[in-house]
């Protein structure tokens, strides 16, 4: 079994708990899907990238963690995901902690948007999380409790550009979050939203994080460490805990205190 003697917290109410995990064969959601495991909990994913999930379902059952589920998925494909979270519920039992992560942050300047660019960057970066959130509630309300997890952006609050539809859709969750916490809520449904700052993901570390992206965000972070997936899934871990149990409809920032 994982090592549970390190420094970092253990949340026995996750054990046997059902999670599902939207993109979760890389980046953050690879972690989320794997210290889920950690935990206990029975952990399904969705992601387009077979090998990458593939191989980290086999990376979980070597360290001797309970086996996940995994399904090549396009989120965009609204009655296929729904119909991955049923089948997984089928196994598993209800689903009890939705991490809704999936997105897509490739740049674009403002001139080549089109309808089509607009409707297909929206459908990956907010719609899911909607359609996955109205999927799980019926068995959440059934099991008397779940933890729904809608992940932001930092990017959102500050001053990027080429990226006009993902910070409108990563504005447009946290809104969603608050609107969902108030109408699932009555059941016993909690609905947060997890906001990561500029995370050392390899897409990141591949794509745009250079010396001089390092030297910036040392710059901007009051606490100047380069931030991993890691810290950004232990918050995950809390929220979808019952040690959170009273904290909903709120944005829960973790970006080393970004100025």
């Keep these: 079994m994982t090592d549970r003697t390190s420094a970092f917290a253990t949340y026995p109410s996750l054990e046997g708990q059902h999670a599902f995990v939207s993109g979760g064969a890389s980046g953050l959601g690879r972690e989320f899907v794997s210290q889920l495991a950690g935990q206990g909990s029975r952990v399904s994913f969705v992601d387009l990238d077979e090998a990458s999930g593939r191989s980290l379902v086999a990376e979980i059952v070597e360290r001797g963690d309970p086996e996940p589920v995994f399904s090549v998925v396009d989120v965009r494909n609204v009655p296929a995901l729904v119909a991955a979270i049923d089948d997984a519920a089928d196994r598993f039992g209800p689903v009890t902690v939705l991490v809704n992560n999936a997105a897509n942050d490739s740049r674009h300047a403002v001139a080549e948007v089109d309808v089509e660019l607009w409707d297909e960057r929206m459908a990956v970066n907010i719609r899911h999380h909607f359609f996955a959130a109205q999927a799980v509630a019926p068995g959440m309300r059934k099991a008397g409790h779940g933890s729904i997890i809608n992940l932001g952006s ?58 001089a992206e390092r030297e910036h965000i040392y710059r901007m972070q009051a606490l100047p460490e380069l931030l991993y997936p890691a810290d950004v899934a232990r918050m995950v871990l809390w929220l979808a805990a019952e040690d959170s149990r009273l904290c909903t409809g709120q944005t829960w920032v973790v970006d080393g205190g970004w100025e």
């Design 154 to 211: 930092i990017s959102a609050h500050i001053d990027l550009t080429d990226l006009p539809i993902y910070i409108a859709a990563k504005a447009g969750v946290e809104g969603l979050t608050r609107t969902l916490a108030r109408e699932l809520g009555g059941d016993g449904i909690r609905v947060n939203c997890v906001i990561p700052g500029w995370i050392m993901t390899q897409r990141q570390l591949t794509m745009w994080v250079g010396d």
